[in-house]
């Protein structure tokens, strides 16, 4: 069974740290890993994807893949009050456009 | 991105009844999802949907409880059936704009916040 794990927090940084969220994967075939952003009562919203080893860099988001470690990250520079939210770590297969997601983290960012 | 609407956005239900969620996405879409997040819970695909042919059902879930429809490349609908208390979640629509093996980027609608009494 493809599991994703994360851990469940709550992350508590202060306003303007960086914050690190991490994801273990267990099926190597994994291609495509994605970091959706989910405020409490809404939906999930997709704010990086990540297809190749290394890091991919969007605004204050920087996504790192380590696909032999089976690890994939995400930082958050200059974190905000408004970055407050569970983040869902999420793999897709080799096959198919199936996501299995993790159980999330929520980070919470203290003025 | 796709801009996915679903309906109704919330509802409470009476035990043993059943209700039809709808969910429309803007443009012409490869792949629909069905998921359910219970409270507090991360995301858990229900089902594929398949434009004209069967869903394709997760471990766990199964056509006569989840019932769904896709008639064509932009709606679907999914039937929660015969309900009890433990239904009582939140069920989210996806969507993926590309072909089987591709990106797979996946986009959410708001969703649906069941109660069941």
């Known amino acids: 069974q493809k599991e994703v794990e994360q851990n469940s927090g709550p992350l508590s940084v202060p306003e303007g740290a960086i914050a690190s969220l991490n994801c273990t994967y267990s099926?190597?075939?994994?291609?495509?890993f994605f970091w959706y952003r989910q405020y409490s009562g809404k939906s999930p919203e997709l704010i990086m994807s990540?297809?190749?080893?290394g890091d991919k860099e969007d605004g204050r988001f920087t996504a790192q893949l380590n696909k032999a470690s089976q690890y994939v990250s995400l930082l958050i520079r200059d974190s905000q009050p408004s970055d407050s939210a569970t983040y869902l770590c999420?793999?897709?297969?080799?096959?198919?456009?199936?996501?299995?997601f993790g159980g999330g983290t929520r980070l919470m960012v203290k003025p | 991105s796709a801009v996915i609407s679903q309906k109704p956005s919330r509802d409470i239900c009476q035990r043993g009844t059943s209700l039809t969620i709808q969910c429309q996405v803007d443009s012409q879409v490869t792949m629909m999802f069905w998921y359910r997040q219970q409270p507090g819970q991360s995301l858990t695909l229900i089902a594929t949907a398949n434009q004209g042919s069967e869903a394709t059902y997760e471990s766990g879930f199964v056509i006569d409880k989840f019932p769904i429809s896709r008639p064509n490349l932009t709606f679907s609908t999914l039937t929660v059936s015969n309900m009890s208390p433990e239904d009582s979640s939140i069920y989210l629509c996806s969507a993926a704009a590309g072909t089987s093996g591709g990106t797979g980027e996946q986009f959410f609608g708001p969703g649906t916040r069941l109660t069941v009494l």
């Open positions: 999420a793999v897709k297969g080799d096959a198919g456009n199936m996501l299995t």
């Open positions: 990540i297809y190749s080893n």
């Open positions: 099926d190597r075939g994994s291609q495509s």
